[in-house]
């Protein structure tokens, strides 16, 4: 099973920027999709951006309430999906979360959290 390990959360003041990254333990961006997720206290789960296999295209997709701010981009070299997040807003406070699935398998990775102070 592919391991995900995320990192780069932490404190940001409203109008910062943060970026996240996500590791995986093997090559898997051609065969499977990535995704970022997050999940505030008391909501579902919601999906935040993703991005396709190589195989499948690459194509990019955001949530509306981040488009235009929110960047998701992977390093094949590296094996590791980023999120970049800019104009950061309180409401994007959560645990965020790396996801893969596909022919390699279904993985989340242990979360991180991003606090946005106003």
């Known amino acids: 099973q592919v391991q995900l390990v995320e990192s780069g959360g932490g404190l940001v003041q409203a109008g910062g920027s943060l970026r996240l990254s996500c590791a995986a333990s093997?090559?898997?961006?051609?065969?499977?999709?990535m995704g970022w997720y997050r999940q505030a206290p008391g909501n579902e789960r919601e999906l935040v951006a993703s991005?396709?296999?190589?195989?499948?295209?690459?194509?990019?997709n955001y949530a509306d309430s981040v488009l235009g701010r929110f960047t998701i981009s992977r390093d094949g070299a590296k094996n590791t999906v980023y999120l970049q997040m800019n104009s950061l807003k309180p409401e994007d406070t959560a645990v965020y979360y790396c996801?893969?699935?596909?022919?390699?398998?279904?993985?989340w990775g242990q979360g991180t959290q991003v606090t946005v102070s106003s």
């Open positions: 991005i396709a296999s190589i195989t499948s295209g690459g194509r990019t």
């Open positions: 093997r090559s898997i961006f051609s065969l499977n999709n």
């Open positions: 996801h893969t699935t596909g022919f390699l398998g279904d993985s």
